[in-house]
């Protein structure tokens, strides 16, 4: 990285650890549960907060959440939208 350029902000890491977990109780997929029984690795979970840490509208999610207590998906927004929704399809299919 050159003197000129600057590494990207990212938020803090509990506050989008726990952005992440609303996310996912607002549609319908417990992230710890997933990641329990195998459908979600440490990796990915990870992966899935730094998503989130790097979003532009991280800021306005905690507002849209207190408005969506449940919703089918994510928002097109969401870093983790489509990652959600796969894990929604995967709990039914075992389910």
Known sequence: MTANQTMPRLG???THLRLVLRMGRATGVDVVAAHRE???SHED???M???CRAC???GTCPEW???HERVCDAPETCPNR???AELAARK???E
Do not use: I
Request: glycine share 4%; proline share 0%.
């Open 49 to 51: 907060v730094q998503s």
């Open 92 to 94: 039914e299919r075992d």
């Open 56 to 58: 532009d509208w991280a």
């Open 65 to 67: 959440l207190d408005e």
């Open 12 to 14: 803090k890491l509990m």
């Open 45 to 47: 979970w990870a992966e």
């Open 38 to 40: 195998g459908r979600l």
């Open 82 to 84: 489509a990652r959600l």
